[in-house]
């Protein structure tokens, strides 16, 4: 299986901040990484597919980018909205793996 | 807007079964593969299980092969979970998802709200 891990597990940061959240995978996936961001009690959000196409209706502060196993989720201003638990997921094999997650908190 | 509503969900005993069922609307259903994926309280993403758009081919989570099998029926637009030989870590809430190769390159694009299934005696 595909072990993904994500760092940091957890940041603090303030409405304006540039966050990058980085996820690496224990082999290659080609560019078959997604991002998810998951409010509490809500289901999972899909932000960003084929590593780097963000999906319809998803602000452009949010941009994807690597290949290979190493990845990244930028957020180039932090938003009152975006905080939440991002999650990256690979889905170039079965069985689909997600990372362990990064809950974005409010300094 | 394309909709999924997962029910289903409650209450069951170790060793019992249970069936999830996930109700699709606003989309062509049968265009699309179907997965299920859990999280248990305060707990990450897990992917179970996956049915291809036919229903002819499926993979499973080495967590839940052998107990879980997931089934669909296009012409009630509807995916389900049987779930057997229930234990408490199987206790999560448990969502519906879409995927396609052609559609968002296979990833999970539209969920449903999730269905909460507690495992207890």
């Known amino acids: 299986d595909i072990l993904l891990t994500q760092s940091p597990s957890f940041l603090s940061a303030s409405i304006g901040d540039r966050v990058t959240i980085t996820c690496r995978a224990s082999?290659?996936?080609?560019?078959?990484l997604a991002w998810y961001q998951q409010k509490q009690g809500k289901a999972p959000k899909l932000l960003i597919y084929?590593?780097?196409t963000l999906q319809s209706g998803v602000p452009s502060r949010f941009s994807g980018s690597g290949s290979g196993t190493e990845f990244t989720l930028t957020i180039s201003s932090l938003q009152p909205e975006d905080f939440a638990t991002y999650y990256c997921?690979?889905?170039?094999?079965?069985?689909?793996?997600f990372g362990p997650g990064t809950k974005v908190d409010i300094k | 807007q394309e909709h999924l509503v997962e029910s289903g969900g409650g209450v069951v005993q170790p060793g019992r079964s249970l069936r999830l069922s996930c109700e699709a609307s606003?989309?062509?259903?049968?265009?699309?593969?179907m997965n299920w994926v859990r999280q248990a309280a305060g707990k990450g993403l897990e992917w179970l299980a996956i049915?291809?758009?036919?229903?002819?081919?499926?993979y499973y989570a080495d967590s839940v092969k052998g107990r879980f099998t997931i089934s669909r029926d296009n012409s009630k637009r509807t995916l389900y979970l049987q779930m057997n030989s229930l234990r408490p870590e199987d206790t999560a809430v448990y969502f519906c998802?879409?995927?396609?190769?052609?559609?968002?390159?296979?990833?999970?694009?539209?969920w449903g709200q999730g269905t909460m299934v507690t495992v207890s005696s």
């Open positions: 998802t879409r995927s396609s190769p052609l559609d968002h390159d296979d990833a999970f694009d539209v």
């Open positions: 606003k989309f062509r259903f049968k265009d699309y593969g």
């Open positions: 049915i291809s758009y036919d229903g002819r081919s499926n």
């Open positions: 082999q290659g996936i080609s560019r078959h």
């Open positions: 084929t590593t780097s």
């Open positions: 997921q690979q889905y170039n094999v079965y069985p689909r793996t």
